[in-house]
C-alpha cells in the first residue's frame, strides 16, 4: 500500500453494499463507540441469526459523514450498528433486549469514558412494528432492569451511512483495540411478557 493510500484511506467511506437477502430484517441500533457493539453483536449472534453487521452513522443531519466529522459532534450523528438477521432464527426483540444488556442506556450522551452525542444511546426502527416492540422493550427494561433511568432515545431510522472500511469489524482485525469498558453482558431476569 502506497502512502498516500495509507494517507486517504482512513477517511474514505465503504464501498461494499450490506447484504439483505429476502425475508431478512434489519436492526440498527446506538450503544457508545461502535465497536464493541458490533463486536458482542457477531460474538453472541453469529451462527443465530446474524446475517451480516455494519458500523455506520445515523441520526444526524449531515451529509456523507466521516469519522472525523461525527468525533467532532457537530454533524448530529450517532456512531451506531445495523444488524441485518433471519426473523426465523432470532426475533427482533430478543436483539433490542440484548442491546439493553450490553451497555449503560442511563447515561445521556456518554458510555463509559467516551463523550459526546455520538456516543448516545438509541434504537432506529425500520417500520411500524419495529417502533411497538422496540417501545415495549425499552418500557420493560425501563421498568425492570435499569429503575426508570433509561435515556434511550426510539425514533424511525433516517438515512444510514456506512462508516469507513477500517472502522468494519475492527476488533476481530485489532483483538487488542479499543472497548468501551460498558460493553459487556449483564446478568439480568428474564424481562416480563
Not at 457508545?32 to 446474524?50: A, D, M, Q, S
Not at 459532534?73 to 444488524?83: D, Q
Request: net charge negative.
Amino acid at each position: 500500500m502506497s502512502f498516500l493510500s495509507r494517507l486517504i484511506r482512513p477517511f474514505s467511506t465503504s464501498t461494499t453494499p450490506m447484504n439483505v437477502p429476502a425475508g431478512a430484517q434489519t436492526a440498527t441500533v446506538a450503544a457508545g463507540c461502535f465497536w464493541g457493539v458490533e463486536h458482542v453483536y457477531r460474538k453472541e449472534f453469529g451462527n443465530k441469526g446474524l446475517l451480516d453487521a455494519r458500523v455506520g452513522y445515523i441520526g444526524g443531519d449531515t451529509s456523507s459523514p466521516s469519522y472525523r466529522s461525527v468525533c467532532s459532534g457537530r454533524s448530529g450523528h450517532a456512531e451506531a450498528l445495523a444488524v441485518v438477521f433471519d426473523p426465523e432464527k432470532v426475533s427482533y426483540r430478543t436483539l433490542l433486549e440484548f442491546f439493553y444488556k450490553i451497555h449503560d442506556p442511563t447515561t445521556a450522551n456518554r458510555q463509559g469514558p467516551d463523550a459526546g452525542t455520538q456516543y448516545r444511546s438509541g434504537i432506529f426502527t425500520h417500520g411500524e412494528e419495529q417502533a411497538k416492540i422496540a417501545q415495549e422493550v425499552t418500557e420493560k427494561a425501563n421498568k425492570e432492569w435499569w429503575k426508570g433511568e433509561i435515556k434511550t432515545e426510539v425514533l424511525p431510522a433516517g438515512q444510514w451511512w456506512d462508516a469507513e472500511d477500517y472502522h468494519q469489524e475492527y476488533l476481530d482485525k485489532n483483538p487488542g483495540g479499543y472497548e468501551c469498558p460498558t460493553h459487556f453482558i449483564r446478568k439480568f431476569p428474564t424481562l416480563s411478557e
